[in-house]
Structure formats: C-alpha cells, structure tokens
T-cell receptor
Framework: AQSVTQPDIHITVSEGASLELRCNYS??????LFWYVQSPGQGLQLLLK??????LVQGIKGFEAEFKRSQSSFNLRKPSVHWSDAAEYFC???????????FGAGTTVTVRA | DARVTQTPRDKVTEMGQEVTMRCQPI?????VFWYRQTMMQGLELLAY????????DSGMPKDRFSAEMPDATLATLKIQPSEPRDSAVYFC?????????FGPGTRLLVL
C-alpha cells in the first residue's frame, strides 16, 4: 500500500519569505501526486498535481512542486509567502489505476508579519 | 465555477440520533468519495462510488454507517445510531478522471 509522509507538522515563515513543504511517498511505481490546501473551516482546494511529463509543475496561487523520482519526493514551494497562505497543506498520492487517495498528515503553515 | 456542495454545514446532535449528510457532486463527475477528518486520524476514506455504484466502503463502520447515491446529483452518508466518537468533519469529493474536488464539509458534533 502506498503511504505519504509529511515530515513537518508545523512551519512558521515570515511574510515575503520563501516556503518549502516536504512530501515523501512510498510506492513501487510512479504515482499520481497532489497538493491540497485547507484554510480554517474550509474544504480542501487543489493546488497542483503531477501525473507525468515535466517534473516541475505549476499550480495556483503561485505554488509549484517538483517531482524527484530518485528521492520519492514531491515538495511544494512558493518563492514569496503572503499572509493569506496561512493554512494546512496536504500531500496526497494515488495509484494510476485506482481512485483511492492516500493523504499525508498535513503541514500547518503560520505566516508572521 | 462548479463546486461540490454539502449540507448541512454544521450539525449538532445527541448520541443515538440518526444523522444524514448530503452531497451534490459536480455535474458530469462520475466518482464520489466520502472522507472523515479528525485530529487523531487525519483524512480517512470512508467510501467511494463510480457511476453511482459503490466500489469500496471498507473504511466505513458497517454496523452504523451507510452511503448511497440515489441519483447522479445526490450522495448521502447516514449514521444510525450516532455516537460521540463520530464527531468529525465529513467531506464529500467528486471527480472525473484523476482529480478529486472537495466540498466544504459537514462538521458533526455528537453529544
């Protein structure tokens, strides 16, 4: 079974600083990879996804993620964080031939002024 | 801007009562998922449907939970009887192809 690890439970970053959230997965083949964001009291919003092709994918809100097969990682980045980016971020993975999504435990991002 | 809708958004009930949560998937989506989110367990898949047929409900406590899709525009998740440990946020998601789109959730509190 696939699993997803988000090593950082909580990250605090200053507004305007860069942000990187880590995600590692355990799966034999190349999975489909996703990043979702959840603002307080809200549902999950899809930021970006990777299925194949270019390993650097661009998403909404200025986010990007890079798939590194050798490291089984799919880290999320943003060059300059805005206060509105304070939220919880979830990495998720699924097999290409299945609909089930496995989620990481989430990383909470706090943005300080 | 098509969205998944869920009702009610919040529900407070007493132990032993029946709870029904509703979801309207995005028109044209052929898969529907129910998730439960708690602080302790994170996001757990309870059930999923494809073309209205249940494909997997192994994540659901069978004795008290049931999920159905009476038609393509409505999915329901029912708990009977409810227990305090069912308190959580329940999300519905729909999809067509590789991506799932989530609703805003139903926050359930069972007293």
């Amino acid at each position: 079974a696939q699993s997803v690890t988000q090593p950082d439970i909580h990250i605090t970053v200053s507004e305007g600083a860069s942000l990187e959230l880590r995600c590692n997965y355990s799966y034999g083949a190349t999975p489909y990879l996703f990043w979702y964001v959840q603002s307080p009291g809200q549902g999950l919003q899809l930021l970006l996804k990777y299925f194949s092709g270019d390993t650097l994918v661009q998403g909404i809100k200025g986010f990007e993620a890079e798939f590194k097969r050798s490291q089984s990682s799919f880290n999320l980045r943003k060059p300059s964080v805005h206060w509105s980016d304070a939220a919880e971020y979830f990495c998720a993975v699924r097999r290409s031939n299945d609909y089930k999504l496995s989620f990481g435990a989430g990383t909470t991002v706090t943005v300080r002024a | 801007d098509a969205r998944v809708t869920q009702t009610p958004r919040d529900k407070v009930t007493e132990m032993g009562q029946e709870v029904t949560m509703r979801c309207q998937p995005i028109l044209g989506h052929n898969t529907v998922f129910w998730y439960r989110q708690t602080m302790m367990q994170g996001l757990e898949l309870l059930a999923y449907f494809r073309n209205r047929a249940p494909l997997d409900d192994s994540g659901m406590p069978k004795d008290r939970f049931s999920a159905e899709m009476p038609d393509a525009t409505l999915a329901t998740l029912k708990i009977q009887p409810s227990e305090p440990r069912d308190s959580a946020v329940y999300f519905c998601a729909s999809g067509f192809g590789e991506t799932q789109y989530f609703g805003p959730g139903t926050r359930l509190l069972v007293l």
